[in-house]
């Protein structure tokens, strides 16, 4: 079945080269407070270790970054507010 689409869209390789069915999407939540020096660096090493172990272009990695406040964390049933 060569027009099945279930068998043209399957799962990479490990290893295997790109094809352009890769598009990792790295997301990241965090406590505000880097500077945009850090996130700067963070994004271009996290992109060059997807790239070097997905073996995939850096125009297909997207990095999110998410900032959520200590009000909005908890850990072990305490807010990081209340830390």
Same mark, same amino acid.
């Given at each position: 079945?060569?027009?099945?689409?279930?068998?043209?869209h399957?799962?990479?390789?490990?290893?295997?080269?790109?094809?352009?069915?890769?598009?990792?999407?790295?997301? #990241?939540?965090m406590? %505000?407070?880097?500077?945009?020096?850090?996130?700067?660096?963070?994004? /271009? =090493?996290?992109?060059?270790? !997807?790239?070097?172990? #997905?073996?995939?272009? %850096?125009?297909?990695?997207?990095?999110?970054?998410?900032?959520?406040? /200590? =009000?909005?964390?908890?850990? !072990?049933?305490?807010?990081?507010?209340?830390?």
């Amino acid at each position: 079945m060569p027009n099945c689409p279930i068998l043209r869209h399957r799962a990479p390789i490990p290893g295997a080269p790109y094809q352009g069915d890769i598009m990792p999407i790295l997301r #990241l939540e965090m406590h %505000p407070g880097r500077t945009l020096e850090q996130k700067r660096a963070f994004v /271009r =090493e996290v992109t060059r270790v !997807a790239v070097e172990t #997905l073996t995939c272009p %850096p125009e297909s990695v997207d990095v999110v970054i998410s900032e959520i406040s /200590r =009000e909005d964390w908890a850990k !072990a049933g305490k807010l990081a507010a209340d830390k």
